[in-house]
């Protein structure tokens, strides 16, 4: 069986979903644009035989600073890699995100996989193929021209051949150096493995329930751990009683840091027993931040401290003297939770002064270097090594569980431990994704054009990862004796963006003002959840579009269409209303409703235009969504079954986010605890769906994990104005909001 490094195990599921796709001719061909630009990847790492090792037994290795997250990665990266090096998928093994063997590529996060990783695996196998050839027609004494290879074997036109395995081990230097540019990659008409629907190569243990989650890893000798953490942020230990604690089985010590507070027993049972005890019998500070209330959130997010950005400022002169009528509208959404299925989970082990920590962190380097400041150990003398969690969307416990894990292996030096998180811990303490509040206002001529588009949001920062500057930030170094801070609010450029992401509208406008009022201090912790701001901005501003196209008397794809001139944007627009046979200026029955939504991902990635059909009891409120369509650009195409599944998985997401989800608190903490407390759309819930691929083979790839959340969200909302005639502007949708609103 072919490897990925380390073994995993997860239940893959798969949507019945219908698929359509079609080519259409590119601009450029990849290898223009391409050719002679160096990967951003190879910045950090830019030895050829960092990226593609062969062994003496035929083995090809790949290597990615990359993490598989459940989105597919190891098996699209394979592709690219065995394609450029003529060898058959089975016979790439690949390491990801190990700091003891692979590349420095910092984090796997905003859909850039395929653009950073995908291209240097692309360069690296198009220059290792060279090398062998030209290492190959050496040892046959022929020119290289003349030369074929299929599956790592190169033949010669009178029939004698030579593998890689046989080459490399007769000049173990020849990968050892550079990597360069300078090499032309494959043609996509040439490609025979690069966009055909590979499996994915880390199914198979996943089906079969073979040990490989991170929360499945055992380690001869492990011990496993629990942390107590403070009953609100911000308290302080007092004292606990540690011989009651370590009167109870099992107990191999107990860890106070500050106000950290650790258990390690030899059963995981044990340290749950011991860590309940320890939560009884320990007091705290009253000490903590208030938290601003819930039931009014939006006015709430206004009142905080806040930077103003001028994200975009175009046009020229005064809209008033054309407008012929303004429309205006706020929107909101609360903060989201990370809500894995899976609780965060690290395994740590101390010995002679090295520390090794396996996590499912999403940066292996940065998550290295923060762990080598809290821990004050050289940070060379830390290793970082991925292994699969059970989900992730963004910046999870993962990072901090980590720090939790390695605190307790010190106190235990020699014995691995491990530690996972509690239910309640993941939804308390792991970073949330930030309440985000949104106002719009726009003129319309009175041919129905927008002529004047002003947008406000109030946010705070979407970043706080490890590895960021001016501060640590990974939780429990901020309940040290000498504790760390937090780090200060990142900002993020256009067009990536951080809360603003996708606050620029993709609308030929001929005016526009967009203002970002960063908020600088917030009591709630938060962090990146899948696509930032995008998710709020692309909400607010295509459920604006509705509204305005409403106003202007016009059918909401038509009224987009009128306002876009990206060819790219339209194409995905038509295919979408083609697939769901949208039929413009629809009347609803009062129960069913159809609503559109349109986002170019970033405003420089994934374009994605989504139908959504939703079923409303007029009596309750209460919300069915049939289907979902989704028309896809991603570029080249590496694998279509890949590119289905993250728009299913962002389409499926964009909908429980639009329904259900919210994190509820009080003034001292967050009250959301578990499943009952914090629901999520459940299998049954679940739409039929529809993805409709536009493949562009000589585009670039770019990727396509976070392109179909926002316009889920919205083409939702769109679809409940639709069926009720009433439009409930902040999130979630919840029946009784929708009830209340008919009837308001």
């Known amino acids: 069986m072919r490897k990925t490094g380390i ?18 001719e590119p601009v450029a061909s990849l290898a223009q644009v391409v050719e002679g630009a160096a990967p951003v990847s190879f910045a950090k790492n830019g030895r050829l035989d960092a990226w593609i090792r062969v062994g003496a037994d035929g083995a090809v290795t790949i290597f990615t600073g990359k993490a598989e997250l459940g989105q597919g990665i190891l098996t699209a990266l394979s592709q690219i890699a065995a394609e450029e090096l003529d060898l058959a998928i089975e016979q790439i093994n690949i390491i990801s995100a190990d700091t003891t063997r692979g590349p420095d590529e910092g984090y796997t996060y905003g859909s850039q996989s395929i653009e950073q990783s995908g291209m240097a695996l692309r360069v690296a196998g198009a220059q290792a193929r060279a090398v062998l050839m030209a290492a190959a027609a050496t040892r046959l004494n022929v020119a290289v021209e003349t030369l074929s290879v299929e599956r790592g074997s190169v033949r ?29 990659v494959k043609k996509a008409a040439d490609y025979k493995i690069v966009g055909k629907s590979v499996p994915r190569i880390d ?57 950290f507070l650790g258990v390690v027993a030899a059963r995981e049972e044990q340290a749950i027993a011991a860590m309940q005890l320890l939560r009884e019998i320990s007091r705290w500070t009253e000490d903590g931040p208030r938290l601003p209330r819930s039931s009014n959130l939006p ?19 005064d809209a008033a003297g054309i407008v012929h009528q303004w429309v205006e509208a706020s929107y909101s959404r609360p903060y989201l939770s990370q809500a894995a299925i899976g609780p965060s989970c690290a395994v740590a082990h101390f010995a002679d002064g090295r520390m090794t920590v396996w996590s499912h962190t999403q940066g292996a380097f940065p998550l290295r270097g923060d762990l080598a400041k809290a821990l004050q150990l050289p940070a060379e003398r830390v290793d970082v090594i991925h292994m699969q969690g059970s989900g992730c969307y963004g910046h999870n416990g993962a990072d901090d569980v980590a720090l939790d894990a390695a ?38 001529s009175a041919d129905g054009k927008i002529v004047d588009w002003q947008y406000e949001l109030w946010s705070n920062t979407h970043a706080t990862r490890p590895g960021q500057p001016g501060g640590l930030n990974l939780l429990a170094s901020w309940y040290f004796d000498e504790p760390f801070h937090v780090s200060p609010p990142l900002k993020i450029p256009q067009p990536y963006g951080n809360g603003d992401r996708n606050a620029v509208p993709l609308y030929d406008l001929p005016r526009q003002r967009i203002v970002n009022h960063l908020l600088t201090d917030m009591p709630i912790r938060t962090g990146s959840l899948r696509t930032l701001g995008g998710h709020g901005n692309i909400y607010a501003i295509e459920c604006f579009m509705d509204e305005l196209a409403m106003a202007a008397g016009r059918d909401p794809v038509e009224f987009r269409l009128a306002h876009l001139s990206d060819p790219r944007g339209r194409a995905v627009i038509e295919a979408a209303a083609t697939k769901a046979g949208w039929a413009p200026n629809s009347r609803s029955d009062g129960r069913h409703g ?6 170019r991902y970033k405003n420089i990635s994934t374009f994605a235009a989504v139908v959504v059909d939703v079923d409303v009891d007029p009596s309750s409120g209460a919300v069915r969504v049939l289907k979902a369509v989704a028309a896809i650009d991603v570029g080249q195409i590496i694998n279509p079954d890949g590119v289905i599944s993250q728009t299913e ?6 909908i429980s986010w639009a329904l259900k989800e919210q994190i509820m608190f009080d003034e001292r903490a967050v009250t959301s605890r578990d499943w009952a407390d914090y629901p999520i759309l459940t299998f049954d819930e679940a739409p039929e769906i529809e993805v409709v691929l536009i493949d562009r083979p000589n585009e670039p790839s770019i990727g396509a994990g976070e392109g179909s959340v926002g316009p889920a969200s919205a083409a939702l909302a769109n679809a409940l104005a639709h069926a009720t005639g009433r439009r409930v502007r902040d999130l979630p949708l919840t029946s009784n909001r929708i009830y ?5």
Request: hydrophobic fraction near 45%; proline fraction near 5%; avoid cysteine.
């Open 594 to 599: 159809r609503g559109f939504a349109y986002a």
């Open 407 to 444: 605190l307790l292996a010190i106190a235990v030096e020699g014995q691995p431990v491990k530690l996972q998180w509690m239910r309640d811990d993941e939804f308390i303490w792991s970073p949330s994704s930030p309440a985000m509040a949104m106002k719009a206002r726009a003129g319309l």
């Open 299 to 317: 006015d709430e997010l206004r009142k905080f401290a806040k930077e103003d950005v001028v994200v975009s400022d175009t046009g020229q002169g």
């Open 7 to 24: 073994s995993r195990r997860e239940f893959g599921i798969g949507f019945g979903t219908l698929v359509a796709a079609f080519s259409l």
């Open 203 to 259: 199914f198979p243990q996943k089906v079969t329930g073979e040990a490989a989650f991170l929360q499945d890893m055992r380690l001869p000798g492990m011990l496993f751990g629990r942390v107590v953490r403070p009953p609100r942020a911000g308290a302080q230990l007092l004292s606990f009683e540690e011989a009651a604690v370590r009167a109870l089985p099992g107990v191999s010590t107990v860890v106070r840091k500050g106000s």
């Open 740 to 744: 209340k609103g008919r009837i308001g």
């Open 156 to 184: 010669s036109q009178d029939g004698r051949q030579v593998s890689y395995a046989e080459i490399a081990t007769g000049d173990p230097e020849l990968l050892r150096r550079d990597v360069s540019s300078a090499v032309r």
């Open 649 to 654: 998985g962002g389409l499926i997401q964009g």
